[in-house]
């Protein structure tokens, strides 16, 4: 073969060799991107404020298609978060169908959250046949009540087959909105999802129950400080960090199509090491799309603000602001679904996993959570005055000690498959719970703990008479940012960044919200005691938050959280350090957690048994997919190119052979080809194990023990597996490889 080895730069001189580029599809595909254009540029003659919300039923609209009496009750309902009025049912179910109509829908659809980790929908018409004509109709039970098949849905063996009944019924505090598709408008419905016999089937249940639970403590809590506080809701706003690559390259890799992630990938000469990616000029057709997603989510209400190129070449990243989180949950989701939407719309693919590559930057949607009053207050930013100083060191301080308490129950929340590829590399946070407060508020911890001495001199300031004799004045961003962090406080919030990109954050968000409910629930059980027996109020709360402080001392860390040292430091700290989900997912189960989630009634014990079955059953079949995903790519991809090439080679050193050359000259051929032969044959016994490893495994007869089995067996296999493959991807010529490489993904768009 005249041409092996041959630059791919002479495909694009000589067109005598165009033949052979047509004859790899990987070629063909980076010949097809070098001529395609950004999509025309969406219409953006209305304002962001114009058309803010323009597909969601919203107050505006409510006051336009209902009577004043039937807006003010709904009002009530959606405000409170309380389930809708049925004798409201029938109107507000009207109004909304003539404003979808008006809109363009069709259909309808109750909109939910099963236990998958994404969304469902059902679409039913508006077209009903009454005494032989036809009509559109939307009924008061058809808004408030459905009956999805609940049998074919993860539940844990809460329903099965022969017990398909469930029920969806409209959550009242998400509202509605219509979503368009270049075929149809669907008005979605966002409900809960519960089974005929009463168990939650969803998350947003959980999440609905945990948000009312931090309501009733926290505003017990302020009352100590603010007795006009009425409500407390926690706000989130979820980053969302993604992958774009041309459809081309994505529908060449079967582990991208199956999988979501390379399987196999030899790492790029050139990934992000030269940082200069990262806040870099948006690609073209990647701003053509990201201007697309904007539109559509502003016109859905969802509150994007912020987009911009991440650390890895073909990352990037978009922010809304604060909501509160239930609605802040709805649109995440919502916004996965554009985003995927919006991508092959553009001739590309999104990819949500944690760790499409290795070796880059991996991917997360970092929790960005805090406590907004009905007043205006946001409880964990700091405030200019002592008293505000000592209300926010209470809720901050009881943050603290909930991640503390709980932190195997925090890890669990976040563990996936995916996330275990990712956690404690390329800049995401370790598998480690800690907590980076900066160090400010590190000091005023220290101090509060241990009141440093007063000099003569010093200004008695209001708390001084308390046991503190230095507060200073706390402003926000009062700390540093800690990218190796879980969970940082970053100047008004708590920024929980070890969720994964991939991830519902209903589940994180519905745990983080019971363990500091359970905290605060502790502190005023503790604080009353003290005041009942003689402390002052101000001395009671600070001898708590003091006592606090000392039990979670083990849980902040404010230094690099990559590295090896930490590890080391953990361990003698005895904080957990859970690098795979099986194991992970034990915190669920803890005597500890299943007390606390039964005690404040968020699930049952058969609930809770059920959602730690389904999420362990989801981890091992990713595991088993990805797995039998390596088995065929090797035999049918990596394989036949490496053995093609390895022919070549030895068709090459045959010819030199006969044609008498020394044998010197074919010495380059030889060796590629023995490396080849080399690499195939570890390869060979390594697919070999893996067949063993998952047999053995599913002789396992408890599902633990199967899947802690391929974590501990199988995925290391895997990974072995793939070293061989990336190490004959770096070998074998490039016209005889098929599966697009690293630097064509992450660098051609």
């Given at each position: 073969?005249?041409?092996?080895?041959?630059?791919?730069?002479?495909?694009?001189?000589?067109?005598?060799?165009?033949?052979?580029?047509?004859?790899?599809?990987?070629?063909?595909?980076?010949d097809r991107i070098h001529s395609l254009e950004p999509l025309p540029a969406i219409d953006r003659s209305r304002r962001a404020s114009e058309i803010f919300g323009e597909n969601v039923f919203t107050p505006r609209q409510m006051k336009h298609?209902?009577?004043?009496?039937?807006?003010?009750?709904?009002?009530?309902?959606?405000?409170?978060?309380?389930?809708?009025?049925?004798?409201?049912?029938?109107p507000v179910a009207n109004a909304i169908k003539a404003w979808a109509m008006d809109r363009g829908a069709t259909h309808y659809t109750h909109w939910f959250q099963p236990l998958t980790g994404r969304t469902a929908e059902k679409h039913d018409s508006f077209l009903e046949i009454a005494d032989g004509e036809a009509i559109e109709k939307f009924s008061g039970d058809e808004l408030a009540q459905q009956e999805p098949d609940a049998s074919s849905f993860p539940s844990g063996g809460l329903r099965t087959t022969f017990e398909a009944r469930g029920y969806t019924a409209w959550d009242c505090s998400s509202p509605v909105f219509v979503f368009e598709s270049k075929y149809g408008k669907t008005l979605c419905v966002p409900t809960i999802f519960v089974s005929y016999t009463g168990e939650a089937l969803d998350y947003k249940i959980p999440l609905l129950k945990s948000i009312a639970l931090l309501d009733r403590a926290a505003v017990e809590v302020c009352n100590y400080f603010d007795r006009s506080i009425k409500r407390v809701m926690p706000t989130l706003g979820a980053e969302q960090e993604y992958f774009l690559i041309d459809e081309r390259y994505h529908d060449l890799r079967p582990d991208l199509v199956l999988t979501g992630r390379t399987l196999f990938g030899a790492g790029s000469a050139r990934g992000h090491q030269l940082d200069d990616h990262y806040f870099?000029?948006?690609?073209?057709?990647?701003?053509?799309?990201?201007?697309?997603?904007?539109?559509?989510?502003?016109?859905?209400?969802?509150?994007?603000?912020?987009?911009?190129?991440?650390?890895?070449?073909?990352?990037?990243?978009?922010?809304?602001?604060?909501?509160?989180?239930?609605?802040?949950?709805?649109?995440?989701?919502?916004?996965?679904?554009?985003?995927?939407?919006?991508?092959?719309?553009?001739?590309?693919?999104?990819?949500?996993?944690?760790?499409?590559?290795?070796?880059?930057?991996?991917?997360?949607?970092?929790?960005?959570?805090?406590?907004?009053?009905?007043?205006?207050?946001?409880?964990l930013a700091p405030g200019r005055n002592p008293k505000e100083n000592l209300m926010f060191l209470t809720f901050f301080v009881c943050v603290i000690k909930a991640v503390h308490e709980y932190a195997d129950l925090l890890r669990a929340s976040i563990a996936s498959a995916g996330n275990d590829h990712r956690l404690g590399a390329n800049e995401a946070p370790p598998a480690i719970v800690s907590v980076f407060v900066g160090s400010q508020l590190s000091k005023?911890?220290?101090?509060?703990?241990?009141?440093?001495?007063?000099?003569?001199?010093?200004?008695?300031?209001?708390?001084?008479?308390?046991?503190?004799?230095?507060?200073?004045?706390?402003?926000?961003?009062?700390?540093?940012?800690?990218?190796?962090?879980?969970?940082?406080?970053?100047?008004?919030?708590?920024?929980?960044?070890?969720?994964?990109?991939?991830?519902?954050?209903?589940?994180?968000?519905?745990?983080?919200?019971?363990i500091v409910a359970d905290a605060l629930k502790e502190f005023k059980v503790r604080t009353d005691s003290k005041i009942k027996r003689?402390?002052?109020?101000?001395?009671?709360?600070?001898?708590?938050?003091?006592?606090?402080?000392?039990?979670?001392?083990?849980?902040?860390?404010?230094?690099?959280?990559?590295?090896?040292?930490?590890?080391?430091?953990?361990?003698?700290?005895?904080?957990?350090?859970?690098?795979?989900?099986?194991?992970?997912?034990?915190?669920?189960?803890?005597?500890?957690?299943?007390?606390?989630?039964?005690?404040?009634?968020?699930?049952?014990?058969?609930?809770?048994?059920?959602?730690?079955?389904?999420?362990?059953?989801?981890?091992?079949?990713?595991?088993?997919?990805?797995?039998?995903?390596?088995?065929e790519m090797s035999r049918t991809i990596v394989i036949p190119a490496a053995v093609r090439y390895q022919r070549e080679l030895m068709e090459s050193i045959r010819i030199g052979k006969e044609a008498g050359m020394d044998p010197s000259a074919t010495t380059t051929q030889v060796e590629l080809a023995n490396e080849i032969g080399i690499q195939?044959?570890?390869?060979?016994?390594?697919?070999?194990?893996?067949?063993?490893?998952?047999?053995?495994?599913?002789?396992?007869?408890?599902?633990?023990?199967?899947?802690?089995?391929?974590?501990?067996?199988?995925?290391?296999?895997?990974?072995?597996?793939?070293?061989?493959?990336?190490?004959?991807?770096?070998?074998?010529?490039?016209?005889?490889?098929?599966?697009?490489?690293?630097?064509?993904?992450?660098?051609?768009?």
């Amino acid at each position: 073969m005249e041409i092996a080895g041959t630059p791919l730069l002479i495909f694009y001189i000589c067109p005598k060799y165009k033949p052979l580029f047509r004859m790899n599809p990987r070629f063909t595909a980076l010949d097809r991107i070098h001529s395609l254009e950004p999509l025309p540029a969406i219409d953006r003659s209305r304002r962001a404020s114009e058309i803010f919300g323009e597909n969601v039923f919203t107050p505006r609209q409510m006051k336009h298609y209902l009577s004043r009496e039937v807006y003010l009750k709904l009002k009530e309902s959606t405000d409170a978060g309380n389930v809708l009025d049925r004798t409201i049912a029938g109107p507000v179910a009207n109004a909304i169908k003539a404003w979808a109509m008006d809109r363009g829908a069709t259909h309808y659809t109750h909109w939910f959250q099963p236990l998958t980790g994404r969304t469902a929908e059902k679409h039913d018409s508006f077209l009903e046949i009454a005494d032989g004509e036809a009509i559109e109709k939307f009924s008061g039970d058809e808004l408030a009540q459905q009956e999805p098949d609940a049998s074919s849905f993860p539940s844990g063996g809460l329903r099965t087959t022969f017990e398909a009944r469930g029920y969806t019924a409209w959550d009242c505090s998400s509202p509605v909105f219509v979503f368009e598709s270049k075929y149809g408008k669907t008005l979605c419905v966002p409900t809960i999802f519960v089974s005929y016999t009463g168990e939650a089937l969803d998350y947003k249940i959980p999440l609905l129950k945990s948000i009312a639970l931090l309501d009733r403590a926290a505003v017990e809590v302020c009352n100590y400080f603010d007795r006009s506080i009425k409500r407390v809701m926690p706000t989130l706003g979820a980053e969302q960090e993604y992958f774009l690559i041309d459809e081309r390259y994505h529908d060449l890799r079967p582990d991208l199509v199956l999988t979501g992630r390379t399987l196999f990938g030899a790492g790029s000469a050139r990934g992000h090491q030269l940082d200069d990616h990262y806040f870099g000029a948006i690609p073209e057709r990647a701003f053509a799309f990201m201007n697309e997603l904007e539109h559509e989510a502003h016109r859905l209400a969802i509150p994007l603000r912020t987009r911009h190129n991440e650390v890895a070449p073909s990352q990037f990243e978009c922010a809304p602001k604060f909501e509160n989180l239930n609605v802040a949950v709805d649109h995440s989701l919502l916004l996965m679904d554009l985003i995927d939407k919006l991508a092959k719309k553009h001739k590309m693919r999104a990819l949500l996993h944690e760790k499409p590559f290795a070796g880059v930057n991996g991917s997360g949607k970092h929790n960005n959570w805090s406590l907004g009053t009905d007043t205006g207050k946001n409880l964990l930013a700091p405030g200019r005055n002592p008293k505000e100083n000592l209300m926010f060191l209470t809720f901050f301080v009881c943050v603290i000690k909930a991640v503390h308490e709980y932190a195997d129950l925090l890890r669990a929340s976040i563990a996936s498959a995916g996330n275990d590829h990712r956690l404690g590399a390329n800049e995401a946070p370790p598998a480690i719970v800690s907590v980076f407060v900066g160090s400010q508020l590190s000091k005023v911890l220290d101090d509060v703990e241990t009141p440093p001495r007063r000099k003569k001199n010093d200004t008695v300031s209001e708390l001084m008479h308390l046991g503190i004799s230095e507060i200073p004045e706390l402003l926000l961003d009062n700390t540093d940012r800690n990218r190796t962090s879980p969970f940082a406080f970053t100047g008004n919030k708590f920024e929980f960044r070890a969720v994964g990109s991939a991830a519902n954050s209903s589940n994180p968000m519905m745990i983080l919200n019971v363990i500091v409910a359970d905290a605060l629930k502790e502190f005023k059980v503790r604080t009353d005691s003290k005041i009942k027996r003689g402390r002052k109020k101000e001395s009671a709360i600070l001898d708590v938050i003091k006592e606090y402080i000392i039990a979670s001392k083990s849980i902040r860390f404010e230094g690099d959280g990559y590295s090896d040292a930490w590890v080391k430091e953990a361990a003698r700290r005895k904080l957990p350090n859970v690098r795979n989900t099986p194991l992970a997912l034990d915190g669920y189960l803890s005597v500890k957690a299943v007390k606390l989630l039964t005690t404040h009634r968020i699930f049952s014990e058969p609930e809770l048994q059920a959602r730690y079955g389904v999420l362990l059953e989801i981890y091992l079949d990713t595991v088993k997919i990805e797995a039998q995903v390596i088995r065929e790519m090797s035999r049918t991809i990596v394989i036949p190119a490496a053995v093609r090439y390895q022919r070549e080679l030895m068709e090459s050193i045959r010819i030199g052979k006969e044609a008498g050359m020394d044998p010197s000259a074919t010495t380059t051929q030889v060796e590629l080809a023995n490396e080849i032969g080399i690499q195939l044959n570890a390869l060979r016994d390594d697919l070999a194990k893996l067949e063993t490893e998952s047999l053995a495994a599913g002789k396992k007869t408890k599902m633990r023990d199967v899947a802690i089995y391929f974590a501990e067996k199988v995925v290391p296999v895997m990974a072995d597996i793939r070293q061989h493959t990336d190490a004959l991807e770096q070998v074998v010529a490039d016209e005889t490889w098929t599966l697009p490489k690293y630097r064509e993904m992450l660098f051609l768009k």
